[in-house]
């Protein structure tokens, strides 16, 4: 668990306990099965890499900045997008795609950090991050992000004219509080965050 994001936003993952019958049961199973991978990667001379406090992505993102040559991320996680660069790539093996810095605006329709971007507006269901505004998804934050080019840039007085003329999907964007909830999920999604 990611301490710094708890921190940051304390609902942060909050849809992920298992409450219920069973529910103890099948934490220590996981935790017996992660057990045996960790003795069975020491056998096989696999490098293997924990910190108390951080979560895995974290880790992949920091070792993506720290070692040299290139690394490939096997990940079906959309969040490891965000890591492409010349140097970075992502496998994605149920997409059974990967991503270059070559070909991720033409996959994605966006670069790397416009995609980290993107899903700052519309949050993340599975960590339990909520969007800017509810009726406010990828498609509407992706096109916005594409023209403007930035999260900075749509915040500022001149693009919000622009875009709220374009009807009332588009002012959801500016709806109370949206700015606040944006670079706040920008701070929970980046995962070079915690190695600065």
């Not at 003795?39 to 070792?63: F, K, R, S, Y």
Request: proline share 3%; with cysteine.
């Amino acid at each position: 668990r990611s301490e710094f994001r708890k921190k940051t936003y304390k609902e942060y993952k909050a849809n992920r306990s298992h409450p219920g019958k069973g529910a103890d049961a099948e934490r220590d199973n996981v935790f017996t099965q992660i057990a045996i991978v960790k003795t069975l990667l020491e056998h096989l001379n696999v490098a293997q890499l924990q910190w108390p406090g951080t979560e895995a992505d974290d880790l992949i993102g920091l070792a993506c900045d720290t070692l040299d040559g290139l690394k490939i991320v096997a990940s079906s996680d959309m969040d490891m997008l965000q890591l492409v660069r010349p140097d970075v790539q992502v496998w994605s093996p149920i997409k059974t795609e990967l991503y270059t810095e070559r070909n991720f605006v033409k996959r994605i329709g966006l670069n790397p950090r416009q995609y980290l971007e993107m899903r700052a507006l519309v949050g993340d269901g599975s960590d339990n991050i909520t969007g800017v505004a509810k009726g406010f998804g990828e498609t509407t934050a992706k096109e916005l992000i594409w023209k403007y080019g930035s999260l900075e840039k749509l915040f500022t007085p001149k693009v919000e004219k622009h875009v709220v003329r374009k009807g009332n999907r588009y002012a959801l964007l500016y709806s109370e509080g949206a700015k606040d909830i944006a670079y706040r999920n920008l701070i929970l999604m980046d995962l070079g965050v915690c190695g600065q």
